[in-house]
């Protein structure tokens, strides 16, 4: 069953056209690499799953996007509802500035959510599956920015896993990090497999091949393939395509 | 029901700032009403023709030429003090001054700005009126000089940090280009560094002439309280501030002409310093597409 | 000479015009804080501060108008904080390119400009006659409050401006909603921001002299204001009327008056300057 859906998605800033007629169907349980040279669209498309664009002043969209078969930009969608479904972890780490207990739950403290045993369950839960619990448990008060931005990045990880979300959007999550960081994030992304539907934008064809079940790549604003990630990079059918996985632009 | 809490804590927001605009219709509201009930009393061309001005007397006059040549005499002194000062610091500061030293001095020159003005009117009449009396002899011991100097002492800083951020915004290539060219520091920081930046010194002016048009205590304490016509800095002048401040502390009856004086007063003052406000405004946004 | 030595001389001597200036505002300061203090440090003592105004100068004291001052600070930041850092929020965070909030935006500098006297008028017809608060407290604070909003308005814009913005993104994408990500993230985040430019406004409301004085405020108060709708006096009035006789002994009081008026601006100036070093270091994102 198709968890994601777009239909014939235009998005313009302005009369700029960035989006051309796209359209995609990701399935539950899986990771989606986009991949393209940078201005190609990716990350503009992937923040349509989450209305991250909604805030852009002159953001202007076609189209129809659904998760579970429906529109996210139905009137009726509450955007809040919306993103506590649909998860995000940006390109650089962006922990709050307050203590790794108070990132973590914060969306449920948002959500009203009270009860100290439910937020420490929750704690040690989200934190245990990204990975991050063994080296922080014993300093959970101290401030998130003290920590090294790969662990950063994985407590940015634990925060959107908290609110119990079926899907997370990674924009390039490992842009910003050290070989070793990013080797930890791209073990954790396959093991949130079996649980969540994930989609991840990146630049680094090698992690795409790496991690990725399907490979959408995108150029000058249209999804030109979208393919098992094998057949991407082994055999694309557009010579376009078959350029950019051997490097010969982008 | 979340979204209604949404709306109602946005639309409290937004009357806390519509507040602003509730101020400034009210100012012009009191300001107009009164001095339009002035005018049923005096007639407007008395007011802007007649050399005296004395609503407290027997014989009522009601000429605010006077009383705008008080404030125009301070400004100019206060200026003719300030600017060059100012300037000067802000582009020794900008051009010359090692780093370290600006450090210290620019919380120095905050410490001159947030000095409350009722204390620079004592200073002016307790340091600088008698060490100018023993320069000039004959000088009263209220006058506008005293006053003019120690308010331009006071716009020092804002004249200062304003043209300092003016010349600082200034893209570093044109500064280097110039010493590319073998100009010494002085000739790259008046023909290149002040032009470039020329707007945001105009605006800091611009803004010290309406501080001082607005300013009251020092002049309430130290210029004296005798509306003159004249450009005579040595003798006892009165500015449209002190007017007001004149009258507050006396006992003046609601609804009588001397309280419509005090708003018609002010009314002069809001529309000087209000055009002043948008030249400078206007200024600001032109210069600022001009970097964009 | 060679035109090259001369523009070196005029190069140097303009450091030295800028050193002297520099010096010259400065000297100012020192010669102005020195002579206060020489003349009126001796005065102040325990009586001084526990007086009542009186003919006698040596027997007067500001006793009312610090209280005044007092009163006159806290009511202005009961009445003003909350207004500012509302609207201050709303001008960054909603209202955005609206038509309301450009004309708020203009609005906002224009005020910014008018002289603090004309407040008192506004004060003196609005507060103390409409309103019927007359020459009381609350009618002082009110009319400061109003000239002091604008500062707290553009400081708390600049606070909330200065916080990154992938925090807000990222709480955006956790699903909060706009006033969520505003108290849980952006005040927390602006807070040393926000608060030195309420000191800072808070200092100049105690520093203000002719808005009080128009809206009626007292010269001579013999007792202690003990409620909002009382009369009062503040300690630049008490300066300002000290001033303005002619004997010696209310000149030395003034400059024991002037010297505590200092002593609380400067210190809540201070406060204020040493918040905004300690928070623009403690904040790299």
Redesign the interface.
């Known amino acids: 069953m198709n968890k994601l859906d777009a239909n014939n998605v235009n998005v313009f800033y302005g009369s700029n056209k960035v989006i051309k007629d796209v359209s995609i169907s990701i399935k539950q349980n899986t990771v989606t690499a986009f991949i393209g040279p940078s201005g190609c669209g990716k990350s503009t498309f992937l923040r349509l799953f ?1 209305r ?1 664009n909604d ?1 852009i ?1 002159t953001f202007k969209m076609e189209g129809k996007i659904e998760i579970d078969g429906s529109n996210i930009y139905d009137k009726q969608i ?1 955007v ?5 479904q649909i ?2 972890v ?1 390109q ?1 780490p ?5 203590s790794i207990y108070e990132n973590v739950i ?2 449920l ?3 009203g959510i009270k009860d100290k045993k439910i937020l420490d369950e929750s704690v040690e839960q989200s934190l245990k599956q990204a990975a991050l619990w063994d080296e922080v448990k014993d300093k959970l008060k101290d401030s998130a ?1 003290a920590l090294s931005g790969g662990q950063q990045q994985r407590l ?1 990880i634990a ?2 896993l908290a ?1 119990q979300p079926t899907v997370i959007l990674m924009d390039e999550p490992a842009s910003a990090l050290d070989p070793i960081s990013t080797a930890k994030i791209e073990d954790l992304i396959y093991q949130l497999k079996s649980k969540y539907t994930i989609v991840i934008v990146t630049h680094n064809m090698q992690q795409a091949g790496r991690i990725s079940d399907k490979t959408a790549f995108f150029y000058m604003g249209e999804l030109v393939e979208y393919d098992e990630t094998k057949t991407i990079f082994t055999n694309p059918k557009q010579e376009r395509t078959l350029n950019y996985v051997t490097g010969r632009f982008g | 029901m979340p979204r209604i809490k949404e709306k109602v804590i946005e639309v409290g927001l937004a009357s806390a700032a519509v507040i602003t605009i509730l101020t400034t219709i009210g100012i012009i509201w009191v300001l107009l009403s009164q001095t339009i009930d002035f005018f049923s009393d005096v007639s407007i061309v008395d007011f802007l023709t007649d050399t005296q001005w004395t609503p407290l007397f027997a014989d009522k006059h009601f000429g605010i030429l006077p009383l705008v040549a008080g404030t125009f005499l301070t400004t100019f002194i206060a200026i003719l003090v300030a600017l060059p000062v100012g300037l000067t610091i802000a582009v020794y500061l900008n051009e010359y001054a090692p780093k370290s030293f600006r450090k210290i001095i620019k919380p120095l020159l905050e410490i001159l700005a947030a000095v409350p003005t009722v204390v620079y009117g004592f200073f002016a009449l307790s340091v600088i009126t008698p060490f100018l009396q023993s320069i000039i002899p004959g000088m009263a011991g209220f006058n506008a000089l005293s006053s003019g100097i120690v308010m331009g002492i006071m716009i020092i800083p804002l004249i200062t940090s304003l043209s300092e951020d003016a010349l600082f915004a200034v893209p570093k290539s044109l500064r280097e280009a110039s010493y590319g060219m073998g100009s010494t520091r002085l000739q790259t920081a008046f023909k290149v560094m002040v032009p470039a930046a020329s707007s945001g010194i105009i605006v800091s002016v611009i803004l010290g002439i309406s501080r001082a048009v607005g300013e009251t205590m020092i002049v309430a304490i130290a210029a004296g309280q005798q509306p003159r016509l004249t450009m005579n800095p040595l003798v006892p002048i009165e500015t449209i501030t002190t007017y007001i401040v004149q009258v507050s502390t006396g006992d003046v009856a609601h609804g009588s002409l001397e309280y419509k004086t005090i708003f018609a007063a002010g009314m002069a003052l809001f529309v000087f310093t209000f055009i002043l406000n948008n030249i400078s405004y206007w200024i600001k946004k032109k210069f600022q597409e001009k970097y964009e | 000479m060679n035109s090259s030595k001369i523009n070196r001389i005029k190069d140097n001597a303009f450091k030295y015009f800028g050193i002297a200036c520099t010096v010259f505002g400065l000297a100012m300061l020192a010669i102005f804080l020195g002579n206060i203090i020489i003349e009126g440090i001796a005065r102040i003592d325990w009586a001084f501060i526990t007086n009542f105004p009186s003919r006698n100068p040596d027997k007067a004291g500001i006793l009312p108008a610090l209280v005044g001052t007092l009163w006159i600070m806290g009511l202005t930041a009961v009445i003003a904080i909350p207004l500012g850092i509302a609207a201050g929020i709303y001008l960054e965070e909603y209202g955005k390119k609206s038509k309301l909030a450009t004309l708020l935006e203009i609005n906002i500098s224009n005020l910014a400009g008018v002289p603090s006297i004309i407040y008192g008028l506004l004060g003196l017809e609005i507060f103390g006659r409409i309103m019927g608060m007359g020459g009381s407290l609350l009618a002082g604070a009110s009319t400061l409050s109003l000239l002091i909003l604008p500062i707290i308005i553009v400081s708390t814009r600049e606070a909330l401006k200065a916080v990154p913005s992938s925090i807000k993104e990222a709480s955006f994408a956790m699903g909060a909603s706009k006033w969520q990500t505003v108290w849980h993230q952006l005040l927390p985040a602006s807070f040393g921001g926000v608060i030195t430019g309420i000191i800072l406004a808070l200092s100049r409301a105690v520093g203000e002299t002719a808005p009080l004085i128009v809206i009626g405020a007292l010269a001579y108060v013999p007792f202690v204001p003990a409620s909002p709708t009382d009369e009062f006096s503040v300690l630049p009035i008490q300066i300002f009327n000290w001033i303005s006789r002619p004997q010696k002994g209310f000149a030395i009081n003034a400059a024991s008056a002037i010297i505590i008026l200092l002593m609380v601006t400067f210190i809540m100036n201070g406060i204020a300057m040493y918040l905004r070093n300690r928070w623009q270091k403690k904040v790299k994102w």
């Open positions: 989450n991250m805030y002043d509450r809040e509802e919306l993103r506590k998860g995000m940006f650089k962006n922990p709050f500035p307050k914060y969306g403290r948002i959500q920015l940015c925060r959107t609110v």
